[in-house]
């Protein structure tokens, strides 16, 4: 039996930070050493076009970016590959056929598209229409698990009509994906916990390239409160909660074990302690730049593998649709 293929993308928009590591990467890299998959990572280009301060100057040193963080992170090309979608034209065109059979108010109600385009006067079609290419993404390759965050849950539910719906009205041609929901901490920024760790607010963001220097400058400086208690209460100590959380994830040990630890101790101690861990974990994100050769080389080879997929889906949907 072949193992189930697993399937997930990331965009590049900018530096990647903690909150992607944690929130995925890590997570990719541990399903991937799982043995249980067969693992496709990919490089989302095409949907990153979809945001406002899109930079066209910048864009091919972020996709690149993204591949050498999987790689970094512990993506290992011999076990997985590692793509770019915009290198697969099968997904632009799958997408299409989805555009056709998605009706118009399903992806007016999803909440990533209203909290995107609230406000706004107008906004692009891709805005709209970004989780049919998703679905075209997941529906290509046969992938029976999706690692996704709660934010791209609605998406994948979407992806499963959609395949439903393809099946019965033109004969069994995609696998209905399964979610796959990891328990991974959710990053608030270090200067307004109130809000996810986001490249909007540099200054709360530990990117995964920042200088040992940075990344302990940022936290020393992460808001806490005065009652000087390293205790965990997300309502009324929600700085130094959310730190906790990040020690935890870095650490392994427990909120609990480290409200022990720190018992009586003060916030500079903990703060200078969790530096250290986060100094030592980005590490491999500063240190192991793979070679630009190694990185097209382990891309070239994720292309080839996908588009095989990709290709034989399509040709396979082109039959069912009567296109060929
Ligand atoms: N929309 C996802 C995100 O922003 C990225 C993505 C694109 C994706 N296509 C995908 C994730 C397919 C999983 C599967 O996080």
Same mark, same amino acid.
Not at 106 to 130: I, W
Not at 177 to 197: A, H, N
């Given at each position: 039996?072949?193992?189930?293929?697993?399937?997930?993308?990331?965009?590049?928009?900018?530096?990647?930070?903690?909150?992607?590591?944690?929130?995925?990467?890590?997570?990719?890299?541990?399903?991937?050493?799982?043995?249980?998959?067969?693992?496709?990572?990919?490089?989302?280009?095409?949907?990153?076009?979809?945001?406002?301060?899109?930079?066209?100057?910048?864009?091919?040193?972020?996709?690149?970016?993204?591949?050498?963080?999987?790689?970094?992170?512990?993506?290992?090309?011999?076990?997985?590959?590692?793509?770019?979608?915009?290198?697969?034209?099968?997904?632009?065109?799958?997408?299409?056929?989805?555009?056709?059979?998605?009706?118009?108010?399903?992806?007016?109600?999803?909440?990533?598209?209203?909290?995107?385009?609230?406000?706004?006067?107008?906004?692009?079609?891709?805005?709209?229409?970004?989780?049919?290419?998703?679905?075209?993404?997941?529906?290509?390759?046969?992938?029976?698990?999706?690692?996704?965050?709660?934010?791209?849950?609605?998406?994948?539910?979407?992806?499963?009509?959609?395949?439903?719906?393809?099946?019965?009205?033109?004969?069994?041609?995609?696998?209905?994906?399964?979610?796959?929901?990891?328990?991974?901490?959710?990053?608030?920024?270090?200067?307004?916990?109130?809000?996810?760790?986001?490249?909007?607010?540099?200054?709360?963001?530990?990117?995964?390239?920042?200088?040992?220097?940075?990344?302990?400058?940022?936290?020393?400086?992460?808001?806490?409160?005065?009652?000087?208690?390293?205790?965990?209460?997300?309502?009324?100590?929600?700085?130094?909660?959310?730190?906790? #959380?990040?020690?935890?994830?870095?650490?392994? &040990?427990?909120? +609990? !074990?480290?409200?022990? @630890?720190? $018992?009586? =101790?003060?916030? %500079?101690?903990?703060?200078?302690?969790?530096?250290?861990?986060?100094?030592?974990?980005?590490?491999?994100?500063?240190?192991?730049?793979?070679?630009?050769?190694?990185?097209?080389?382990? #891309?070239?080879?994720?292309?080839?593998?996908? &588009?095989?997929? +990709? !290709?034989?889906?399509? @040709?396979? $949907?082109? =039959?069912?649709? %009567?296109?060929?």
């Amino acid at each position: 039996m072949p193992k189930p293929i697993l399937i997930s993308g990331i965009q590049p928009t900018g530096r990647l930070h903690l909150g992607n590591y944690l929130g995925a990467l890590r997570n990719f890299v541990e399903l991937q050493n799982s043995g249980k998959y067969q693992c496709l990572f990919f490089v989302a280009d095409l949907h990153s076009l979809t945001a406002a301060d899109f930079d066209a100057a910048k864009k091919q040193e972020e996709i690149l970016g993204v591949a050498r963080a999987y790689l970094a992170a512990g993506v290992d090309p011999k076990k997985s590959s590692v793509f770019v979608q915009s290198h697969i034209a099968e997904s632009s065109e799958l997408a299409w056929v989805f555009n056709t059979l998605a009706p118009v108010g399903e992806l007016e109600r999803m909440t990533q598209y209203k909290d995107k385009s609230a406000g706004r006067e107008s906004v692009n079609v891709g805005l709209l229409t970004y989780p049919l290419l998703m679905a075209a993404d997941i529906l290509l390759y046969d992938a029976a698990v999706v690692p996704v965050g709660e934010d791209q849950l609605q998406h994948l539910e979407l992806t499963r009509t959609l395949a439903r719906k393809f099946n019965n009205r033109f004969g069994d041609t995609f696998v209905e994906p399964q979610p796959l929901m990891t328990k991974t901490p959710r990053v608030m920024s270090l200067t307004d916990p109130s809000k996810k760790m986001s490249k909007s607010l540099p200054e709360g963001c530990l990117f995964l390239d920042d200088s040992p220097a940075d990344v302990k400058k940022k936290i020393m400086r992460a808001v806490t409160d005065s009652d000087s208690k390293v205790t965990f209460d997300p309502v009324q100590k929600a700085g130094v909660s959310n730190l906790l #959380l990040i020690y935890e994830a870095l650490s392994g &040990k427990s909120v +609990a !074990s480290l409200e022990k @630890k720190y $018992a009586g =101790k003060g916030y %500079g101690q903990f703060k200078a302690d969790l530096a250290d861990l986060a100094v030592v974990a980005l590490a491999p994100f500063r240190e192991l730049k793979p070679k630009t050769s190694n990185l097209k080389a382990a #891309l070239a080879a994720g292309d080839r593998k996908a &588009k095989k997929l +990709a !290709s034989a889906k399509m @040709k396979d $949907a082109k =039959k069912k649709l %009567g296109l060929l």
